[in-house]
């Protein structure tokens, strides 16, 4: 069963990471649109986030 604290603590967390999120989008917009553009360097990434997630893509 959840903890009380702990159900807080990770609505905390929660609200920090969509609010980082948001300022990342605002500072970065234009280069995640243009990164996203390009299929290679995305495939790069996806590998790079796949590894450090500890996950097999599936494909």
């Known amino acids: 069963m959840k903890e009380p604290d702990e159900i807080k603590i990770a609505w905390v967390i929660w609200t920090l990471l ?4 948001d300022i990342l989008w605002d500072r970065y917009e234009q280069e995640f649109l243009q990164l996203s553009a390009d299929s290679h360097k995305m495939q790069q990434l996806d590998w790079l986030v796949a590894y450090l997630k500890g996950y097999d893509l599936p494909f």
Do not use: E
Request: glycine letters at 0%.
């Open 18 to 21: 969509s609010f980082l999120n």
